[in-house]
């Protein structure tokens, strides 16, 4: 057991190695990555020189992880609404295009050799695209929300409910299958099991979500996510239909609650991980042997996936009066075969209507398809207009449009409520992220825009159309969400002026570093606002409090920079003279104190008697002359020593 275990593991880490080096290389050329993840899986492969995996079986076992929690995400983002915006064209289009590639391959069979049995089995395995590849290259380029993006998904997810149909209709071609009434003796148990599931899981899973987000545990909300994702897989599996489908279920019915954006947040990591595990475990399984020996058929299954599904899926698609460059899109999208198209190969092969060089062909077809389609589709945008494509690509939610240069307020607590107030008091739409449900459920009593949700997780940002925001206010206490959050603000909006909020020096410089505009320190505006009612309630006017104050705050931002950081100083306020600064004669503009030695300059007393207060940069400096200057202690030392000198 411990040798085998052993061995697993180094299979697993050995698919990572080949994941990072694949991955480099994809983006060294600026190619998919997952053309890199398929290449390096090819180097590691027991059928080509170099170091190879030793239980391929296994790793592909596991790799199944990786569609499943593909597939949920998809599910979380790609909502009942999007379906039903293409629902005639996928649910009618799909079928159409699974007959008319299926009659493609019987009308070749006689010019390949090939019986009608063979061809129409053959024509249906190029007939699948995969949806794993699909989903990871619109996910890639932004577009999965397109126009052109949600034909596709529609289309392959219907192409998945029909390999249901076709694992147990392909048998049915043979001499000794039951005949077509297995098809719907297998389709009626499965809905009688998932339809009532469905409605019961659509009608507890939010509640069950919302008594576990009340436990403040990201933890445990994201093994409770990861089980009911791997549990619907699971019951979709044990009666009949596919993991992947299972998978799809669980993400729609999680996509209708507040929490979606939340649990695509955490569920991201996990799942590219296991997305590079799979394609490198495809291109393990690719025996460079099966292209020599079978090139007339390989050539005839690659020609069936990429010309015969490009020119069926223009036809259907235009056919449901889409534009010509939505249909090409769409259609070289599907000019690959996958995983699901494995799984027909293997239940043809096991009721002997194909032989070991048609499933052999089948994964070769798989991985040449998918290098074609990756580079078809890159350039597809070129080839059709890059403008227009962008146009599409960037269309928003109908829901979203009023979403637009408003502010996005992570953290709605004892900073992120008041400026809220002050929100609505000049009329400035915003959005609230928060991460605490009672929060978010008095902020929605109050009528207030409020998601669900870690504003340091990239779809959470996402779902409150930070893109788009005029502004971004901070007001998490803790460092490392702020920190998080910043950067990746910094993503999908490079311009967007950030305020944070940071109780250290430390965090005041990486927030500003991870490319926050402004820091602001809690406990130096309460030393401003003690200093300034100190100064009213004294009697000094609320004009020079304001000049005063102002120049205060600038000192200490300046004092929070790493070049004047010393642990634990504050700056102090001092008289220095003119010629302790080597300033005599010089303007304040061409002395730069500020810059030469960290002080900033408050009010000047020239030598007649006349105060001038927050001076201009022009007033001009004499012997004789004594300056009010702020600054840290270590600076204010080292001018009073040249000026001890100078005595």
């Not at 304001?546 to 200490?556: C, F, I, P, S």
Request: one cysteine or more; a negative charge.
């Amino acid at each position: 057991m411990g040798g085998q275990g052993s061995l697993f593991f180094t299979d697993l880490a050995l698919i990572f190695v080949a994941a990072v080096i694949g991955g480099l290389a994809a983006r060294q050329f600026k190619q998919p990555l997952i053309l890199g993840y398929v290449a390096g899986g090819i180097l590691i492969s027991p059928f080509t020189p170099g170091p190879a995996v030793s239980n391929l079986h296994n790793l592909e076992l596991f790799a199944e992880v990786g569609v499943i929690l593909l597939m949920f995400s998809i599910g979380l983002e790609f909502s009942l609404r999007d379906l039903m915006r293409v629902k005639w064209v996928a649910l009618v289009g799909g079928p159409m295009s699974i007959a008319a590639s299926m009659g493609l391959g019987a009308l070749i069979a006689p010019l390949m050799g090939w019986d009608t049995r063979t061809g129409l089995v053959i024509g249906s395995i190029t007939s699948i695209a995969s949806t794993m590849v699909l989903a990871r290259l619109l996910m890639d380029r932004g577009e999965l929300r397109s126009e052109h993006g949600r034909v596709m998904i529609g289309i392959v997810l219907v192409e998945d409910l029909a390999v249901v149909v076709l694992t147990v209709a392909l048998p049915a071609l043979g001499a000794d299958a039951g005949g077509f009434s297995v098809v719907w003796q297998t389709l009626g148990q499965a809905s009688l099991v998932l339809i009532p599931l469905g409605i019961v899981a659509t009608l507890l899973v939010p509640r069950f979500l919302n008594r576990i987000a009340q436990l403040h545990s990201p933890e445990l909300f994201l093994i409770v996510i990861v089980a009911l994702c791997m549990g619907t897989a699971a019951v979709s599996q044990a009666v009949g239909l596919s993991l992947a489908l299972g998978a799809f279920m669980a993400g729609i019915v999680i996509s209708g609650s507040e929490y979606a954006r939340e649990a695509l947040g955490h569920l991201l990591p996990l799942r590219d991980a296991f997305v590079a595990l799979f394609f490198v475990v495809i291109g393990m399984l690719i025996d460079p042997g099966v292209l020599l020996g079978n090139v007339p058929l390989l050539l005839a299954m690659i020609g069936l996936t990429v010309v015969g599904k490009f020119v069926i899926g223009l036809g259907v698609v235009r056919a449901f009066g889409y534009s010509i460059w939505t249909a090409a899109l769409v259609a070289m999208g599907r000019t690959q075969i996958g995983e699901f198209s494995f799984v027909l190969a293997q239940v043809a092969r096991k009721a002997n209507l194909i032989g070991p060089d048609v499933y052999n062909a089948t994964l070769a077809t798989s991985l040449i398809t998918i290098l074609i389609n990756a580079a078809l589709f890159k350039q597809g945008a070129k080839w059709l207009g890059g403008r227009r494509l962008k146009r599409e690509s960037a269309r928003p939610e109908e829901d979203s449009s009023e979403w637009d240069q408003h502010i996005v307020v992570c953290g709605f607590g004892r900073m992120g409520g008041p400026a809220g107030t002050a929100f609505e008091t000049f009329g400035l739409p915003y959005v609230v992220i928060d991460i605490d449900p009672e929060v978010v459920r008095k902020a929605r009593e109050k009528d207030i825009h409020c998601l669900y949700g870690d504003p340091a997780h990239l779809p959470v940002l996402e779902g409150a159309h930070a893109e788009r925001a005029r502004l971004v206010l901070i007001t998490l206490p803790e460092a490392d969400r702020a920190y998080l959050t910043v950067r990746n603000i910094r993503q999908i909006n490079p311009t967007v002026p950030i305020i944070a909020r940071a109780h250290r020096r430390a965090d005041f410089e990486a927030l500003l570093e991870a490319g926050a505009t402004s820091v602001v320190q809690p406990e130096v505006e309460a030393a401003a606002t003690m200093i300034s009612d100190a100064l009213h309630l004294t009697g000094v006017t609320p004009e020079r409090i304001d000049v005063y104050m102002h120049q205060y705050r600038e000192a200490m931002k300046l004092a929070q920079s790493s070049r004047f950081q010393v642990p634990g100083a504050m700056p102090e306020l001092h008289t220095v003279s003119a010629e302790s600064l080597n300033a005599e004669g010089k303007s304040l503009r061409d002395a730069d104190i500020r810059h030469r030695f960290g002080l900033t300059v408050i009010a000047v007393r020239k030598q007649n008697g006349e105060s001038l207060f927050n001076p201009p940069a022009g007033t001009v400096l004499h012997a004789g002359d004594q300056l009010q200057v702020l600054g840290l202690e270590k600076d204010l030392e080292e001018v009073e020593s040249k000026e001890g000198g100078q005595s």
